[in-house]
Each structure stands twice: as C-alpha cells, then as structure tokens.
C-alpha cells in the first residue's frame, strides 16, 4: 500500500485546512485509516482514525474542531482542520493499518499555523 498525502500549508489561528491521504495497491487489505502528527522535537502521536465500518475516534486535542473521513471511490482519506490553533503546527501523516504486513505511512504533510 502507498499512501500520498498533500494539503498541508500555512494558515492564520482560527483558520482551516483540508488534509487528503489517497491511497493505491492493495488497499483491500486495509482496515484502518488514520492521521497522525510530529511536532519539531516530540514524539508522533495519534490525531484521528477511522475503520471500515465509518466508526471514528479522535485525540481530545482535536475533539470538535478536526473530522475525519473517507471516499471510498477515490480511496481518500481526509482530515478537515478547523479552528486550528498555534499548537496544531506539526508534520501530519497517514497512516494505515492492514490485514497482513507492517503498516503504511505516507511521506507527511506540513502543517503551519500562526498566532
């Protein structure tokens, strides 16, 4: 599985961003998708994922103001960012789990928002 993903960018507190994370190969073997973020100098934690049956789960860092979500048909993932904060500045990736083999991680998208 390859996953690209793109939408990063710099944005004003209070703004948005839209995230993709499309996905190609075997994606039949994925069960799970989701977003993680890197802050400069900390650990990659967990933003949000989503399962194939739609349920979703998200940090209480970014309950309310991020939703996750999927195209089936364009194999996409998405994260849409809103009242984005100073603190949400970081590298985002996607990420997916799969039935067989390690997961997948996409090349990171920069997020950049200023005060």
């Known amino acids: 599985v390859q996953l690209q993903a793109s939408g990063g960018g710099l944005v004003q507190a209070g703004g948005s961003l839209r995230l993709s994370c499309a996905a190609s190969?075997?994606?039949?073997?994925?069960?799970?998708m989701g977003w993680y973020r890197q802050a400069p100098g900390k650990q990659r934690d967990l933003v949000a994922f989503?399962?194939?049956?739609?349920?979703?789960n998200y940090a209480d860092s970014v309950k309310g103001r991020f939703t996750i979500s999927r195209d089936n048909a364009k194999k996409t993932v998405y994260l849409q960012l809103n009242s984005l904060k100073p603190e949400d500045t970081a590298v985002y990736y996607c990420?997916?789990?799969?039935?067989?083999?390690?997961?997948?991680w996409g090349q990171g998208t920069l997020v950049t928002v200023s005060s």
């Open positions: 990420n997916a789990l799969k039935t067989t083999g390690p997961p997948s």
């Open positions: 989503i399962t194939n049956l739609g349920d979703t």
């Open positions: 190969g075997s994606i039949t073997s994925i069960y799970v």
